[in-house]
């Protein structure tokens, strides 16, 4: 694995400052900054994008002649509406001008009025409903917009002239002429505005021919309004202009006849033909005045007598060349009508499979380049999660468990990480193996090896302890035949001198994993573990000792509570010239505090928090263990009955030891012992100095529901502890 490679994605700032250091730099958004995930989410990300782009592109122009089409099948269908209200609007217009003229030349002249405007206010009414989708901001153009507002307009202004007729059909008929012109212009605008947006041949054609027939039809209607009114004035005569607009209106049929001609298909002309030949059931009579009246010369048609025109007559026989030409306009309509629909129909199919064709492709091209991609990061992930297992799980549990043995018993098999490809991926994998397992036979070596030298340190202090005993024998011997008060304080303090001789001993054992195999066989009260401890020490003449009366330790651990609070009155007297004050009681919240308070140096902060860390990591044994071997045995005796111990800066100096005794390890005896006897280094003890009574706590006592409780301002004497009668000098663990 390269010295640079970053296991853990906190170690970024410190890989990329390594990088730097080496000569090479890297910017900000550099690819190689990169996770591979993101670098192969890249190279699918980017070219699906461009893909979407595209395909986006070619459904947006699919969308758009969808739409366009759509908007002609609506104008090709509203166009079939106004068709038929300009086809009402003729009727309409020529029936009124008759009315106007002679309402009796006809029979029956005023219900075909009433009837016509009631069809085109029927036919009106659809156009107006049709015309409510179709506006600017629905894409249509604005002149066809425009024209529907005309005609919807000029239709309504017609519907109210409409009305007039019955009281002044004189002034009522001019104005209805007027909207009727008016609303069939912009018919007709509207009628050949129908295919703008698309490009279909067919369609336009139909249009242009659909145009022209509208227009042949309207100048029709107008000669067949002229001469009605002409035919139905008493006596018939037929007015300058009237003559004029009758031959103007004869010249625009022929000229937009022959346009229709030119659009119109063979198909379509020989319809037109048979429609407007045949008529709808045109008489031999109709056929006669409309013949008449094509032959007759312009001087005779000023004063119309022939007995043969009549005004019924004329009208009906032009009528039915008109409804011929209507019959082959509504084909039209509803041609034009019907390919508008195929187109729609056909714009509607290529857009749909034009979006699911590149929607496919699109998912194929991203399905397969993220399996692929997968195929890459998911052994990757597998790879780099297995690997930071065993760097910052797998790999340390194995050490420390080789470390809490001696290597012998413990399997050194490792498990592979569980990549089995046959690329570059896997043969990364395997080779991680071979040094996670190379990691672990070294740990197996060195645990063996630490078991062989915590073997030598048990030999050599059980070798010691026994020595020490025999000593400590003599020196009991000599203490009770002793009467000199000067010998027997020196045989105390070789006592003292033995005892702590004995502790080095237990302390090689506590380095070499083993327990103390002398205990106590039952529980020990915490003044008689605390007079114990001092014992211990060579100074125990500096220590003043305030324990609370009725707390007691397991025997189980009493032993190690000892050998833990001398460890640490041992450090507490060596490094102060003062007192050193030990006072225990128990805590409302549970347990019991022990505290050891110096008045020396003290311990710089930051040398303050190692050693705390170390408390509460006890390392493995080696050299360095040596220098601190006190701290090293606190913490492993600690760690072994859940006994924490902390160090703090005391005031105004000093350093204070705190010891929180666990409920399983200590407890409140229901009737408090009796007092003890002092012992001589607490009878001899100097009184406490004044900033040490800010260490000793207040006594605890039982409520009555049995939980300690706090007694304020009832602080114990330093005289006030007392020795069982009887018991020795030196505390034999």
């Given at each position: 694995m390269s010295r640079h490679t970053v296991t853990n994605p906190g170690d970024w700032g410190r890989h990329a400052a390594a990088r730097t250091r080496a000569g090479v730099t890297w910017s900000r958004f550099a690819p190689t900054r990169w996770r591979v995930r993101w670098r192969l989410a890249a190279i699918v990300v980017v070219p699906a994008i461009t893909a979407a782009c595209l395909g986006g592109i070619t459904i947006d122009r699919y969308a758009s002649g969808w739409l366009a089409a759509?908007?002609?099948?609506?104008?090709?269908?509203?166009?079939?509406?106004?068709?038929?209200?300009?086809?009402?609007?003729?009727?309409?217009?020529?029936?009124?001008?008759?009315?106007?003229?002679?309402?009796?030349?006809?029979?029956?002249?005023?219900?075909?009025?009433?009837?016509?405007?009631?069809?085109?206010?029927?036919?009106?009414?659809?156009?107006?409903?049709?015309?409510?989708?179709?506006?600017?901001?629905?894409?249509?153009?604005?002149?066809?917009?425009?024209?529907?507002?005309?005609?919807?307009?000029?239709?309504?202004?017609?519907?109210?002239?409409?009305?007039?007729?019955?009281?002044?059909?004189?002034?009522?008929?001019?104005?209805?002429?007027?909207?009727?012109?008016?609303?069939?212009?912009?018919?007709?605008?509207?009628?050949?505005?129908?295919?703008?947006?698309?490009?279909?041949?067919?369609?336009?054609?139909?249009?242009?021919?659909?145009?022209?027939?509208?227009?042949?039809?309207?100048?029709?209607?107008?000669?067949?309004?002229?001469?009605?009114?002409?035919?139905?004035?008493?006596?018939?005569?037929?007015?300058?202009?009237?003559?004029?607009?009758?031959?103007?209106?004869?010249?625009?049929q022929a000229a937009d006849q022959a346009e229709f001609t030119a659009s119109a298909s063979q198909a379509e002309l020989a319809d037109f033909g048979r429609t407007a030949a045949g008529g709808a059931a045109m008489t031999e009579e109709a056929l006669a005045l409309t013949n008449a009246v094509s032959d007759m010369p312009l001087t005779a048609l000023n004063n119309v007598s022939n007995p043969k025109l009549t005004a019924p007559g004329w009208y009906g026989a032009m009528s039915a060349t008109i409804d011929g030409t209507r019959q082959m306009?509504?084909?039209?309509?509803?041609?034009?009508?019907?390919?508008?629909?195929?187109?729609?129909?056909?714009?509607?199919?290529?857009?749909?499979?034009?979006?699911?064709?590149?929607?496919?492709?699109?998912?194929?091209?991203?399905?397969?380049?993220?399996?692929?991609?997968?195929?890459?990061?998911?052994?990757?992930?597998?790879?780099?999660?297995?690997?930071?297992?065993?760097?910052?799980?797998?790999?340390?549990?194995?050490?420390?468990?080789?470390?809490?043995?001696?290597?012998?018993?413990?399997?050194?098999?490792?498990?592979?990480?569980?990549?089995?490809?046959?690329?570059?991926?896997?043969?990364?994998?395997?080779?991680?193996?071979?040094?996670?397992?190379?990691?672990?036979?070294?740990?197996?070596?060195?645990?063996?090896?630490?078991?062989?030298?915590?073997?030598?340190?048990?030999?050599?202090?059980?070798?010691?302890?026994?020595?020490?005993?025999r000593q400590l024998g003599i020196i009991d011997s000599l203490e009770q035949s002793e009467q000199d008060p000067d010998r027997l304080s020196n045989l105390f303090r070789l006592d003292h001198l033995a005892t702590r001789m004995r502790r080095n001993s237990d302390n090689l054992l506590v380095l070499a994993g083993h327990e103390d195999h002398r205990m106590w066989g039952q529980r020990v009260p915490l003044v008689d573990v605390v007079r114990a401890a001092i014992s211990e020490i060579e100074q125990y003449e500096r220590v003043v000792a305030n324990i609370q009366q009725g707390v007691l330790i397991t025997w189980r651990a009493s032993s190690d509570v000892v050998h833990l609070v001398a460890e640490l009155v041992e450090n507490a007297a060596v490094f102060s010239s003062a007192p050193v004050l030990v006072t225990g009681h128990m805590l409302t919240a549970g347990g019991v505090l022990v505290q050891i308070a110096d008045e020396g140096l003290g311990i710089a902060q930051q040398d303050l928090q190692h050693a705390n860390w170390r408390l509460d990591n006890p390392p493995v044994i080696d050299v360095g263990v040596s220098g601190r071997m006190g701290l090293f045995v606190v913490g492993r005796l600690a760690a072994r009955h859940g006994i924490r111990v902390r160090l703090t800066q005391a005031q105004p100096r000093g350093v204070l030891a705190l010891v929180w005794l666990p409920e399983t390890v200590a407890e409140l005896e229901a009737a408090p012992l009796p007092s003890s006897p002092l012992r001589r280094f607490e009878a001899d003890a100097p009184s406490a100095p004044a900033w040490m009574t800010a260490f000793v706590p207040s006594p605890v006592v039982t409520s009555a529901a049995g939980l300690p409780t706090r007694v304020p301002n009832a602080n114990f004497a330093p005289g006030s502890i007392r020795r069982p009668a009887g018991q020795h000098a030196r505390h034999q663990t």
């Open positions: 759509d908007r002609v099948q609506n104008l090709a269908q509203m166009n079939v509406s106004v068709v038929r209200l300009v086809q009402a609007l003729e009727d309409e217009r020529d029936l009124s001008l008759g009315y106007a003229a002679n309402r009796v030349a006809v029979p029956d002249l005023a219900r075909k009025l009433r009837l016509a405007q009631q069809t085109s206010a029927s036919a009106g009414q659809a156009v107006r409903a049709g015309a409510a989708g179709i506006r600017s901001g629905a894409g249509y153009q604005a002149t066809i917009v425009q024209d529907l507002a005309a005609l919807l307009q000029a239709v309504t202004n017609l519907q109210r002239a409409g009305k007039a007729m019955s009281s002044s059909p004189a002034s009522a008929s001019v104005s209805v002429q007027s909207y009727a012109d008016q609303a069939i212009q912009a018919a007709d605008t509207f009628s050949a505005s129908v295919g703008n947006g698309t490009s279909d041949a067919d369609l336009n054609g139909n249009e242009a021919a659909l145009g022209a027939l509208l227009r042949v039809e309207n100048q029709m209607s107008v000669q067949r309004g002229l001469l009605f009114v002409a035919l139905g004035s008493s006596p018939p005569a037929l007015s300058p202009a009237a003559l004029t607009a009758l031959l103007q209106a004869q010249q625009q306009a509504d084909q039209l309509a509803g041609g034009i009508a019907a390919r508008a629909g195929t187109l729609r129909s056909q714009a509607t199919s290529g857009l749909a499979f034009t979006s699911v064709l590149t929607v496919v492709l699109l998912g194929l091209a991203v399905l397969i380049s993220t399996m692929v991609a997968k195929s890459l990061t998911r052994p990757l992930r597998k790879l780099r999660l297995d690997a930071l297992d065993v760097a910052n799980r797998r790999l340390p549990e194995m050490v420390r468990r080789l470390s809490e043995s001696d290597g012998a018993s413990e399997r050194v098999e490792i498990d592979p990480i569980d990549v089995t490809s046959a690329d570059e991926i896997g043969e990364v994998a395997r080779a991680f193996d071979q040094v996670h397992r190379e990691a672990v036979q070294l740990a197996a070596h060195q645990a063996r090896l630490r078991g062989n030298l915590s073997a030598m340190f048990v030999n050599l202090s059980r070798r010691s302890q026994m020595l020490v005993e």
